[in-house]
């Protein structure tokens, strides 16, 4: 059942606008009533924050994506928030094909249904 949660979170990114281009913005998760924020810029560096601070890299050619995590600040959480970050970040590596329709932005992965 979290696994399907925590998956089900990926088709309900809000884009906080819609510019053009479409991935350089600021996008919010909401999962198990924490918010997750995730951002691109123009650099090809994603950056955001579950518990801790991440940021990575991402490469894009048409709708395939590849996002590179390098790293994160180490704050102490409670069990169940660290194994919620360690499950989203472990979902980043999974993901390869990403949509944008009116305002969400679709992440999809191998093994992410």
Partial sequence: MKK????LCFFLISCSKQ???PLYHSFKIQLNGQEITLSFDKSGHFFGQVLN????EY???QNQIKLT???STMKMGLPVQ???ENNYFKTLKEINTFELKDKILILKGQNIE
């Fill in 4 to 7: 399907f949660l925590f998956l």
């Fill in 19 to 21: 510019e053009n281009p």
């Fill in 53 to 56: 601070n991440y940021f990575g």
């Fill in 59 to 61: 490469t894009i050619n």
């Fill in 69 to 71: 995590l390098q790293g």
């Fill in 82 to 84: 660290l194994e919620l």
